[in-house]
């Protein structure tokens, strides 16, 4: 008598990962989706009779067995279905030879790369391919279900977006690849989820594969993607603002298994959006604007000042970033009190130690706009980054003795424009409302005096009594390029009385972290000042800051710490502001369509129409429908003139394809232009 034995199968492709939106990724592997039913065809040696039994098995991790979760064993007889830990099974079609069977994976099943093999009776089949399971966001039970179908196509399925960058009164969006279907991606993912401290069996808790990853996306860390570097300084490496995608630096690290060198905040945000779309976990990339970094974890951001403006070193511990980009995911949090579901912070730049490693959330969004510091993973932390109150102190020496004296209280001045790309459209959503409650609002201040209860200790004065002098603000934003720098100062006060009052301000270029590159000036003047509200004008020569552009390869901006002393009454006020310069844009012509395989000309235009050279130039173009990105040098461009070249590709992928191109000098950084194509 012949014994029935699996002789093929067919996992049937086309049918399961269309059903399941994984047709796109650019593997050999089966892509699923956990929750969801997927198809076999089985090829057997012999009809299946009623009396006969067939077993798969699904394994996952090293050594796998059932007593250990990583072996799943679905025993098929006709008609029953079989069940097993969340799993089940049935024949749908048996005709003679050939079965098709119908499995469905449990919705809170492992995460990973599985191995499969079919029993029938003495014989083991054993399939020498192997197939991928991804959390599901298309699934109600799965933890990451995620309700509307245009979310999950924006945070899920969509490859291309923004990572917002500049300064809360100029946002720009950077163009970001994110590539999470690319060749190796989604390989990479899996990789580093095995190389990670989890354990097999957390692996199918998106909470804790997305605190993981969020880990594992710093070389900081043990086995970590990407090299954090804030010098200025990248030789050895890519320079930060070069990158625009995710999917050459997880290429690169999938190849070597070294870490890559370098980034900054929006690459690490950019790489982690980037893997946890791939492994099925909905992401976007979010950038605060004047984000607070408390290394005190007080919730405060106290800066110190000595009588000529200067920020002291020794004691201002604490920063500002003029932007810091993160990542939101999305997932239920079973393990926190009802109404923290949701959108979860997470911040995979290496800032601080979590539990013993560099990593940051998650972090539930609900929690930080209420001010429960404590709930889910470094609330308190992402909390002072969106909310913190920053104190301004100013230090005299009265007597010989070091007097602190507290000048002003900004409450309203951290967590500025918070931003993420628009679900299903190319523009900025602003998503402030989601992390905190309006400014000033009776909703903010509980949630504020919430958190310090919780920290147990008192909140500073919100307000300074009894004082003349209100605050002090710049009215301008921008600074052209080449051109001198203005700052018009604005002064408000309480009283209309003639006084003299002295201004100093410091003037330095920094980089985005608040990092000095190079002080520009100090200005100290006296005015006489009348009225409630007098202006005050300092201005500083372009020959003071034009040569200190290239001494790092990042962008800089002007930052100005101002103080003001009545000297009458020697009360004093200060404030910090950043301007931002302004560059020219360049065009691009190219096609609206292509052929794969066939060249492409685009053609790029820039005039300098600043009133300095722009040196070190190159141009580059990159798009997921080519195969890489292709670069052009063009040294130097005086003053006023204008440049015209064509950049070739051949595409490589058909689809509506975005097309970026940048533009960088030692002068002149971050300067982006793109077009779509469809490509056929």
């Given amino acids: 008598m012949n014994e029935l034995q699996a002789l093929r199968i067919d996992f049937l492709r086309k049918q399961n990962t269309t059903a399941h939106h994984t047709d796109n990724f650019q593997t050999n592997k089966l892509v699923l989706r956990r ?9 057997l040696s012999k009809s299946l009779e009623p009396h006969e039994q067939l077993k798969l098995q699904f394994a996952i991790g090293p050594n796998p067995s059932i007593a250990k979760h990583t072996l799943v064993e679905l025993n098929l007889k006709m008609p029953t279905a079989s069940r097993f830990e969340g799993w089940k099974a ?64 924006e945070y899920i399925l969509n490859d291309t977006g923004y990572i917002y960058m500049g300064f ?66 990248y030789a050895g490496g890519t320079a930060p603002h070069l990158w625009s995608s995710s999917v050459a630096i997880l290429q690169q690290f999938h190849t070597t298994k070294q870490p890559v060198n370098f980034g900054q905040c929006w690459v690490f945000s950019g790489i982690l959006t980037t893997v946890l779309r791939a492994l099925g976990i ?7 604007f004047e984000s607070a970094h408390d290394t005190e974890k007080d919730l405060t951001v106290d800066i110190y000042l000595n009588q000529t403006g200067k920020t002291i070193p020794d004691l201002t511990k604490d920063s500002v970033w003029n932007f810091h980009v993160w990542t939101d995911a999305w997932m239920r949090r079973p393990d926190l009190p009802v109404g923290n579901d949701g959108w979860q912070a997470l911040d995979g730049t290496p800032q601080e130690i979590s539990h013993g490693i560099f990593r940051c959330g998650p972090s539930p969004l609900p929690a930080i706009r209420n001010g429960d510091i404590f709930l889910g993973y470094d609330t308190k932390f992402i909390f002072t980054e969106v909310n913190g109150d920053k104190l301004i102190w100013l230090l005299k020496k009265v007597g010989g003795e070091d007097v602190y004296s507290l000048i002003a209280v900004e409450t309203d001045s951290i967590g500025k424009n918070i931003s993420t790309k628009a679900v299903g459209q190319d523009r900025r959503h602003d998503i402030t409302y989601q992390y905190k409650y309006p400014e000033g609002s009776a909703e903010e201040r509980e949630a504020m005096n919430h958190a ?57 270029l920094q980089t985005y972290t608040g990092k000095n590159v190079a002080q520009l000036a100090v200005v100290n003047k006296e005015e006489v000042v009348e009225g409630e509200e007098a202006q005050v004008v300092f201005i500083v020569s372009p020959d003071t800051y034009i040569p200190k552009l290239g001494m790092v390869d990042d962008e800089v901006v002007v930052k100005i710490i101002l103080l003001a002393q009545d000297l009458k009454s020697e009360e004093s006020t200060g404030t910090d502001d950043t301007l931002h310069f302004v560059y020219s844009n360049f065009f691009v012509e190219m096609p609206d369509t292509g052929k794969v395989g066939q060249e492409l000309t685009c053609v790029c235009r820039f005039r300098n129409v600043l009133p300095i050279p722009l040196t070190h130039i190159t141009f580059s173009l990159e798009s997921l429908a080519i195969s890489s990105t292709q670069t052009v040098d063009k040294g130097m461009l005086p003053a006023g003139e204008a440049i015209q070249f064509q950049i070739q590709c051949i595409p490589v992928k058909s689809g509506p394809k975005k097309f970026i191109f940048k533009f960088t000098s030692r002068e002149v950084k971050g300067i982006h232009a793109e077009k779509m194509a469809l490509i056929s």
């Fill in 35 to 43: 929750g969801q039913v997927f198809h076999l065809r089985l090829i």
């Fill in 168 to 233: 809360a009164k100029h946002i720009r969006g950077k163009p970001w690849n994110f590539g999470q279907f690319e060749k190796n991606i989604l390989s990479c993912a899996i990789y580093l989820l095995t190389q990670s401290y989890l354990k097999i069996l957390e692996m199918r808790d998106p909470v804790l594969v997305a605190r993981t990853m969020c880990a594992m996306m710093s070389a900081a860390n043990s086995n970590g993607v990407l090299t954090g570097n804030w010098s200025g300084n």
């Fill in 282 to 288: 909905p992401a976007r990339s979010v950038t605060a």
């Fill in 90 to 153: 049935s024949l749908t079609s048996n005709t003679g030879k050939e079965v098709i069977v119908a499995i469905t994976s449990a919705p809170n099943s492992i995460v990973g790369k599985y191995e499969m093999a079919v029993k029938t009776g003495s014989h083991t089949f054993r399939v020498h391919e192997d197939f991928y399971l991804l959390f599901n966001p298309w699934c109600i039970d799965d933890p990451v279900f995620l309700p509307d179908e245009e979310e999950r196509k």
């Fill in 452 to 508: 310090y209860s919780l920290l147990q200790v008192p909140r500073p004065p919100q307000d300074l009594h009894k004082r003349s002098l209100l605050g002090l603000s710049i009215m301008e934003e921008t600074v052209e390029l080449g051109r001198p720098v203005v700052m018009t100062v604005l002064l408000r006060r309480t009283t209309e009385e003639t006084r003299r009052v002295s201004f100093s301000a410091s003037i330095n």
